[in-house]
């Protein structure tokens, strides 16, 4: 039995007791025997434990509901992006071109230059939101795993890329025996496309580019896989800010790109479980490390399609 | 014979959008074949000739340009409209609309469109797209059979974007 119980000088406390019948050699009830042990501290610690539990719970079903709420705004968001932003960047577009066309000998170079300007920062913002787009679609998009042969999907890559090479040199010098991971096959793609490509684009003021791809194992994290180059380099301190969305170190006529490659990139090692670093020495080229795990798992894998219907009125 | 057999009906909310679609489609030599409307509601009330629509002649379009976004009743509810009706489901359908959403495209060939157009940002890539339609148009006005209400049986167009 457990209870209150009020002591002699009015305090309470938390008692547990035991009733014992007593009975004489025949079996014959006589009375009971009680005895009650203080169990106050206990109860007490016990009651602090349950509600800190409770106030626990409250607070992750909260939290949920708010990151629930704050994943759906952002599915919106990029809904109305699509939407909403593309609409009149398709008329500032469209209405400029057409009204070249209307003026056409009219158009003195100044106002031809003026409309080239317009057109150019259109169709930049298209690019950014597209790009946009393809990294708020990937945080939704579920990753489909499955072995990929790593020297096909690098061979693939490497030939798209060294098929257009305007003229350069590059020597490719690729490991032999890259591994087979698992992973979605099309994202890796996407991710050796950018890393190689950016290799490729950062090496072109030499006169010789170097683009070196090679692996290792790391017990603990899984395959490790780096692409280094010979080419312009980077301020190390910079090296986080470089897989931010639309983060860029360089100018855009220096060379061309909206920032987004990379920030997908680390999107999508880390919806496989993996991570991207990189170190640099300005002028003198740079290393790109990442990660995937043997299992290839999904530790933050996202729900497959839960685009919002709601927008529409 | 319908009067006018070979209409282009546009349902567009955003009149820059409509006019670019119809300058887009009197390039392609399809001036003055198209009858637009703003929204969904007005969409129906054209093919069901109710309300402002009520006293039009002809039969139904041989083709429907469809708005996804739109106030009233949307591109989607059209689209079920249209392909759950016996009278209107031989209509071709092209979805023609900003949104690059795959979970859209999924959306509007699952309610039955015949095609989906996302439409490019520069005027020349959408004059392009444009050009596909206008092809198919012709294609429908040439092989359409002349008797019944509807012009096109065409079922087997594919995606144009």
């Given at each position: ?7 002699k ?60 709420a ?24 469209s ?65 798209q ?78 090296a ?60 933050i894998?996202a ?11 | ?13 955003n009149?820059?959008d ?56 949307d ?29 859209d ?34 294609n ?22």
């Amino acid at each position: 039995m457990q209870a209150w119980h009020k002591r002699k000088d009015g305090s309470e406390y938390w008692s547990h007791s035991v009733l014992i019948a007593l009975r004489d050699d025949d079996g014959e009830l006589k009375g009971f025997a009680k005895i009650n042990r203080d169990m106050t501290d206990a109860k007490r610690l016990d009651d602090l434990m349950r509600n800190i539990n409770d106030e626990l719970e409250n607070r992750v079903a909260n939290r949920t509901e708010q990151l629930l709420a704050a994943n759906k705004d952002l599915e919106s968001f990029s809904y109305s992006v699509s939407h909403d932003l593309r609409s009149p960047l398709r008329h500032i577009s469209s209405f400029v071109s057409l009204l070249e066309e209307h003026l056409q000998e009219q158009l003195d170079d100044t106002a031809r230059k003026y409309l080239g300007t317009i057109a150019g920062s259109a169709r930049h913002m298209s690019q950014l939101i597209d790009g946009l787009l393809a990294f708020s679609r990937l945080g939704r998009a579920a990753v489909n795993l499955n072995p990929v042969d790593l020297t096909q999907l690098v061979d693939a890559v490497v030939n798209q890329l060294a098929h257009d090479t305007g003229g350069r040199v590059v020597d490719w010098v690729i490991a032999p025996d890259l591994p087979v991971v698992q992973g979605d096959a099309l994202l890796l793609r996407e991710v050796w496309a950018n890393l190689l490509g950016n290799a490729f684009k950062y090496t072109r003021p030499r006169e010789r580019a170097r683009i070196e791809i090679g692996w290792s194992v790391d017990p603990a994290v899984g395959y490790s896989f780096y692409v280094r180059d010979n080419g312009v380099g980077f301020d190390t301190k910079y090296a986080q800010k470089l897989f931010g969305v639309f983060q860029r170190l360089h100018r855009p006529s220096e060379f061309e790109g909206t920032g987004i490659g990379l920030a997908l990139t680390r999107r999508i090692l880390e919806r496989h479980g993996g991570s991207i670093w990189a170190e640099s020495e300005l002028g003198k080229g740079s290393v790109f490390h990442f990660s995937l795990p043997f299992e290839g798992c999904n530790p933050i894998d996202a729900p497959t399609d839960s685009m919002p219907y709601a927008l529409e009125p | 014979m319908n009067t006018n057999a070979d209409a282009i009906l546009l349902v567009e909310d955003n009149p820059d959008d409509a006019e670019l679609t119809r300058l887009a489609l009197a390039r392609h030599g399809l001036d003055g074949r198209v009858t637009h409307v703003s929204d969904g509601m007005q969409a129906l009330d054209y093919l069901y000739r109710r309300d402002a629509f009520a006293e039009r002649t002809g039969g139904n379009p041989v083709l429907v340009l469809l708005d996804l976004k739109m106030p009233l009743l949307d591109g989607i509810g059209v689209l079920k409209e249209i392909k759950g009706s016996d009278a209107l489901r031989n209509i071709p359908v092209v979805v023609l609309t900003s949104s690059t959403e795959p979970s859209d495209l999924q959306r509007a060939y699952d309610a039955g469109t015949n095609a989906y157009i996302a439409k490019p940002t520069e005027f020349a890539q959408f004059l392009s797209a444009m050009k596909h339609v206008c092809e198919f148009w012709i294609n429908i006005n040439q092989t359409a059979p002349q008797s019944g209400s509807t012009g096109a049986r065409n079922t087997g167009f594919g995606d144009l974007s």
